[in-house]
């Protein structure tokens, strides 16, 4: 947000969110820094100068249901490339599953969002 007047923030973590409760895959343009803990962003209308869009998995694992997870995340990036360009930089925050179901999420992730940079 130094550089950018908003950040997109893509949450594909069902367990442990960041803007949305658990089992959700969100959408969000941010315009102000994240400063409180994620339970407190919770609350409506916490963040004025943010938006957000959530999609529901059913679940806040994400093998229960491996394809309506990638479908949320299908979704989801939608939601961005429906913004204006110049597009703002987009973070992906995944989970830390990275063994065998995990990984081949982590590369259908991967393969939706096209990212230019993974850290």
Sequence with gaps: LNTH???AFLGTDLGQ??????GIVSFSLLREPLLTPPQSRLQHH?????SSSFFFVGT???DRHPRSYLKA???A???YFRLRHPRPPLVINTQG??????LAQLQGIIAI??????V
Excluded at 46 to 50: A, E, G, K, L, R
Aim: proline letters at 9%.
């Design 5 to 7: 007047r908003r950040v």
């Design 17 to 22: 969110s960041e803007m949305s409760p658990p």
């Design 46 to 50: 916490h963040h004025q100068n943010n």
């Design 60 to 62: 806040n694992q994400s």
């Design 73 to 75: 995340v299908s979704n």
């Design 77 to 79: 990036m939608k939601e």
């Design 97 to 102: 599953w990275i063994k065998g179901l995990g």
């Design 113 to 118: 969002t096209k990212p230019r940079y993974i």
